[in-house]
């Protein structure tokens, strides 16, 4: 592995080219063993990895014989206490097993242990992600625009993903990364020993620093109710400050993060912030007024809705808020498309990017370049799908709002598990009680759980013959009531029925359009969540349907049916035959 020295001749260091290499190799294999040495000594999985692998690789590269020889070294070169401490326990905890990783791996691998993703690392449970998927820091260094000889700071750099990237892909003059956990932190700092002079990591609260930079990123923590730390913390933005300070206490941090970094871009610069979909909509007054502040002062230049699942174990809906000067539009874009399926996530490459990238500087079907005014107009909520309608783009002129089609439409009964407990009956009744899980094949199942009666009032709650079922929050689930005879069927409150005018729509049509790839698509757009989506009642009327005249529906609906049926049959053959197959042994 070819590397270069410091000017003491003490801590090695690795170029762009070495380090491009390293990124493109695999580095699960000695990634892996290192984790198990850290995990059998105790040590924090994450740090404990990286520390080994440093410490592999160093001993490896430099020839480094002993324990004793790898301590003076340290002694030497490593001037940061975080670090330093974090190092020395590694090497006191797995002495031999250093031996053993330096012995079995090259130099490429045990560097690629320490500066590769985390992603196949991190388990579902942690509290907060501390990395940055490299699909996100790459959308954000094109977006940034980061010129040779400038400084760029990556607010709340977790394990300085970015920090990296940035050195990697700009001609930047400074990158500093800032981060307040301490075993993050470690980590950056470390990854930062490893390169050129040029990244600096802080260990400090990122809200309450006074770095500022030319390019700003951030990737704040979500969800954080509170901190005490920052009490008495105000944005030095003085239009901001009083909204600021009447926002609600569980919002404040969501702001405070954001503002925090945005105050930090130097003149003239630009600034690239994570967010997550709740801040872009929420009706609290206060939350609206930060939203019009932004979009009036010109300093909102773009909103990006990026693909779900993509910043794995978490299952947040993200957006990137791009910010700089006098804009008198906004750049609204819908990129949620942006990304293929894979069996437990989804994942963005190089070509899905540059799509982003297009939509960004191109208006498209998913993306338009919004006024100030029409933001206004729809009381500063800035979700792109309220402003690149796709899915209703391709409904024809005569598509007709749900809202006119509605005879009837109620939401299933909230709440009384009480009583439903108290009511479930093991033995077969006329009542029935309809959960979203039990939603499937476009039609109620026979098999659902019985009652033993109902409730006064829980009439208004029971779904009719012929409603159009939707469930109000993911997964989508869309059916239609038929065939009930004598059941009278309770639905949950995750449920809407409606009863659509037959002499307008046939109510068969329209379950086949809303679960077309043109229906799926309004619905999710309709709907909003930070992690689960849902769909609201004024939201859902604003569905719109194509309606051909009722021959064409009929024939569509009839069809439908045949397709469904023929379906069925396939499957209670399927059935036959496994049922066949697992008797085989028997015969």
């Known amino acids: 592995m070819p590397h270069q020295m410091t000017e003491d001749a003490h801590l090695p ?32 999985p994450l740090l404990g990895t990286v520390s080994i692998a440093v ?96 400084v760029v700071l990556d607010c709340f750099s977790g394990t300085a993903d970015f920090a990296v990237d940035a050195f990697l892909q700009t001609e930047a003059s400074e990158i500093h990364g800032i981060e307040l956990s301490e075993d993050a932190a470690a980590i950056g700092k470390m990854r930062a020993m490893l390169l050129p002079d040029s990244i600096f990591i802080h260990h400090k609260n990122s809200v309450l620093s006074g770095i500022c930079a030319d390019r700003v990123f951030a990737d704040p923590p979500f969800a954080v109710r509170d901190d005490s730390s920052i009490n008495g913390w105000n944005p030095k933005w003085i239009k901001a400050s009083g909204i600021y300070e009447a926002l609600p206490r569980t919002r404040k941090m969501d702001w405070a993060f954001l503002l925090s970094a945005l105050e930090k871009q130097h003149d003239g610069g630009r600034s690239a912030i994570l967010s997550y979909d709740g801040m872009l909509f929420r009706d609290s007054h206060w939350e609206r007024e930060m939203r019009r502040l932004l979009v009036e002062s010109g300093s909102l230049e773009a909103v990006i809705a990026l693909p779900q699942g993509i910043s794995a174990p978490s299952n947040i809906l993200y957006d990137l808020l791009v910010f700089s000067q006098e804009n008198d539009n906004v750049n609204m874009v819908d990129a949620r498309d942006c990304r293929s399926r894979q069996r437990f996530t989804n994942e963005m490459d190089m070509e899905h990017i540059e799509e982003v990238i297009h939509r960004t500087r191109e208006e498209t079907s998913r993306s338009r370049s919004v006024r100030h005014q029409e933001i206004a107009e729809q009381e500063f909520d800035l979700r792109p799908s309220r402003y690149v309608p796709t899915a209703s783009a391709n409904v024809d002129d005569d598509g007709v709002p749900l809202e006119e089609l509605i005879v009837l439409l109620r939401r299933g009964l909230l709440g009384q598990a009480s009583s439903l407990e108290r009511l479930a009956s093991q033995e077969k009744t006329g009542f029935q009680y309809l959960m979203l899980k039990d939603l499937e094949d476009d039609e109620l199942p026979d098999r659902l759980p019985y009652l033993k009666g109902m409730e006064k009032g829980w009439e208004r709650f029971c ?125």
């Not at 170029?15 to 924090?44: G, I, T, W």
Request: aromatic share 8%; hydrophobic share 40%.
């Open 55 to 150: 410490l592999a690789y160093w001993k490896r590269a430099l020839h480094l014989a002993s324990e004793q020889e790898m301590g003076e070294f340290l002694d030497r070169t490593v001037r940061d206490p975080l670090v330093s401490r974090n190092l020395y326990a590694a090497l006191e905890s797995c002495g031999r097993d250093l031996d053993a990783l330096a012995g079995r791996w090259g130099e490429e691998a045990l560097l690629a242990a320490a500066m590769n993703e985390f992603a196949w690392r991190e388990r579902p449970e942690e509290k907060r992600q501390v990395r940055t998927s490299w699909p996100f820091c790459r959308l954000a260094m094109e977006l940034l625009q980061v010129r040779p000889g400038d």
């Open 13 to 44: 260091f690795i170029s762009k080219k070495a380090l491009q290499y390293v990124r493109e190799m695999p580095d699960d294999d000695a990634a892996q063993e290192a984790m198990k040495v850290a995990r059998s000594h105790s040590l924090p």
């Open 463 to 587: 779904i009719p013959e012929g409603s159009l079922i939707i469930s109000r929050s993911a997964p989508v689930k869309i059916a239609l009531a038929q065939g009930l005879g004598n059941r009278t069927v309770l639905a949950s409150g995750n449920i809407y029925f409606m009863l659509l005018d037959w002499r307008r729509v046939n109510p068969v049509y329209a379950l086949c359009y809303l679960r077309s790839k043109e229906g799926m698509e309004q619905i999710e757009s309709l709907s909003k969540g930070s992690s689960i989506l849902t769909l609201s009642r004024k939201d859902l009327i604003r569905i719109r349907i194509p309606l051909p005249h009722m021959e064409k529906q009929n024939a569509i609906a009839r069809e439908y049916i045949f397709i469904r049926e023929q379906i069925a049959e396939l499957k209670r053959k399927e059935r036959d035959l496994e049922e066949r197959l697992s008797s085989l042994l028997k015969s």
